[in-house]
């Protein structure tokens, strides 16, 4: 093993510091030599490899480097260093589980990384008798969970708050001093009890915690990726999907908080969610402490019901910046009142509406997708969509007539005296007998070519004038057989909330009233047999167009937005008679 390294005065002189004996000094000379000409990395003092180095010095020169090289890559998390990233994610899982001793460090500035540094970067070295660390290290492989070094840390603290919580005559520093020599006091019987205690801990820990970070602090994936926020985080965040998973095997029973306004809670939320009014904080200070009291009160029922543990709060908003700043007052306002598991939903109610996708209506109670923001947004997002789509091809169509009504107008003049002398003397007749417009055997098709015809639409201006129905007695009459939730497209783009009624013979487009629930008006019915042709977008399958024969032989043509396009241009087919 060469031992000529750049850095090899540095390494001589920190191995010097930790260890007295030739022997083990040799080894760690060159197996520290070698693993940075290997890696070509630099060393330094700060990244405690002497330490987790000691240990292994009984081994043969092949077995201590290659347990070495296992250490530091699957059981060292990356970025131990002053502010690393590991130390903003401690901090939130202390806060997790004893906000009052966090908030007590936060307040004398005694962050983390000032005195878990060396816990995590040499998995617990330390001053500990060389049995002990063996002992710990034995059970920590046997494990086999690279997390165990934040448990580990947590029952160091947890352990002794008591005694740090009096050091309030101690500065920041001084603190830190002293939490980071409370390994040095194990012996080789608190092991066992020590490592029980941080499973413990780790079972009663969001799954999130384990599942978000791994790749970034035991991996290869960037560092940044999912820690650019945490240290600006007031408690720690876990994904929608853990929410849904039920993890009280785990020892974790979420009860979920849901802090959005009345009117989208009443749109849809999680079962079982507990609504928290966030409008109350500020407008009615009484009332909302009442409603505090009623969540906790609901959280220590969870908790005596199920037998697992203190249930955990999930705060979960709507992911509007506007609306969640008084989330993140509500979750202030419970970690002041030092309530333990606390975390808040990633994302918010919109990655939940997200992962649930098309079984949106049966993972949310009272889902309505008139009323809820996630709907109407996307709703509002494909209307646009279909509009740009709509101006762009109407300009191409435009540019492409203009060229085909002058390159014929030419020709027509070049030709026209041919065409004179050619049709002399011929007798053309006038009794050609025409085909029907629907005389093909299947009215429905899939094109993208734009209407000629006339778009039939309204403004809102007509809600005022028209008579009101009550959509659910009509949906409750006998003769109604269908009835289809859908968007009606206007010829501005714009798209209103509707409903297609199908009896035997008609067809009903009732457009649902803004200001009064549950009402609407008739805007058209069109019998069945004045159906011409029912026509999809390749592009956009469910945006639909009716094409309608009037009396007067007019042909009028109305569009709409239908989530199940495919059921019901099939149903309404099956209703439109066979010939005219």
Not at 203 to 227: K, M, V
Not at 300 to 327: A, N, P
Not at 412 to 438: C, F, I, M, Q
Not at 567 to 573: E, N
Request: hydrophobic share 40%; charged share 25%; net charge negative.
């Amino acid at each position: 093993i060469p031992i000529e390294h750049k850095d090899l005065d540095l390494i001589t002189e920190d191995v010097m510091q930790i260890t007295d004996t030739p022997t083990q000094q040799k080894k760690m000379i060159k197996i520290l030599s070698y693993y940075c000409t290997a890696r070509n990395t630099r060393y330094k003092t700060e990244c405690g490899w002497a330490e987790v180095l000691l240990p292994l010095t009984s081994l043969s020169y092949g077995d201590m480097y290659a347990c070495f090289y296992a250490l530091l890559s699957k059981f060292v998390p990356r970025n131990c260093k002053a502010d690393g990233k590991p130390f903003h994610l401690f901090r939130l899982l202390l806060l997790y589980h004893d906000p009052e001793l966090c908030a007590f460090l936060d307040t004398k500035k005694c962050s983390p990384d000032l005195y878990a540094q060396r816990w995590f970067r040499s998995l617990y070295v330390g001053k500990c008798e060389v049995p002990v660390i063996r002992e710990v290290w034995t059970r920590y492989l046997f494990q086999g969970d690279p997390f165990l070094v934040f448990y580990l840390g947590l029952v160091i603290l947890v352990n002794a708050r008591d005694i740090i919580l009096e050091m309030g005559i101690f500065d920041g520093t001084e603190i830190a001093s002293k939490i980071t020599a409370f390994p040095d006091n194990l012996s080789v019987e608190d092991i066992e009890d020590f490592i029980s205690l941080a499973k413990y801990y780790g079972d009663r820990t969001p799954l999130s915690f384990r599942h978000d970070y791994h790749s970034q602090l035991f991996g290869n994936a960037p560092i940044e990726s999912n820690f650019a926020s945490l240290s600006q985080a007031l408690c720690l965040p876990i994904t929608v999907s853990e929410l849904l998973q039920k993890t009280t095997e785990q020892g974790v029973n979420y009860l979920v908080v849901d802090c959005r306004p009345r009117d989208q809670f009443s749109a849809g939320h999680l079962p079982g969610a507990v609504h928290l009014d966030p409008d109350t904080m500020l407008s009615d200070p009484a009332l909302f402490t009442t409603n505090v009291a009623t969540v906790l009160l609901t959280q220590r029922k969870t908790y005596l019901e199920d037998d697992v543990s203190l249930s955990h709060l999930c705060f979960m908003g709507s992911s509007r910046e506007e609306e969640d700043q008084l989330l993140n007052m509500i979750i202030a306002h419970f970690l002041h009142r030092k309530t333990q598991f606390v975390s808040s939903a990633r994302d918010g109610y919109k990655a939940l509406h997200d992962l649930l996708e098309e079984a949106v209506d049966t993972g949310l109670e009272e889902h309505d997708c008139a009323r809820c923001v996630v709907c109407v947004e996307e709703h509002q997002r494909l209307s646009a969509t279909e509009l740009s789509i709509s101006n762009d091809k109407n300009n191409l169509v435009s540019k492409m007539s203009l060229a085909m009504k002058v390159t014929t107008s030419n020709v027509r003049n070049k030709l026209g005296s041919l065409w004179s002398e050619d049709l002399t003397g011929r007798h053309v007749t006038t009794a050609v007998k025409s085909r029907p417009y629907r005389g093909v055997d299947n009215v429905f098709s899939i094109d993208d070519e734009e209407d000629d015809d006339v778009i039939g639409g309204a403004s809102s201006s007509e809600e005022s004038d028209r008579e009101m129905i009550n959509i659910t007695l009509w949906e409750g009459r006998s003769d109604i057989l269908h009835c289809f939730s859908v968007e009606e497209i206007t010829p501005d783009g714009k798209m209103f909330p509707s409903v297609l009624m199908l009896t035997a013979t008609h067809l009903y487009n009732i457009r649902r009233a803004s200001q009064r629930e549950g009402m609407g008006f008739i805007r058209y019915r069109f019998a069945f047999s004045a159906i011409a042709r029912i026509t999809a977008k390749k592009k956009h399958p469910d945006v639909i167009t009716f094409k309608f024969i009037k009396e007067n032989q007019e042909l009028l043509a109305y569009r709409f937005l239908i989530p199940d396009s495919k059921t019901v241009t099939s149903q309404i087919t099956n209703l439109i008679p066979p010939e005219l």
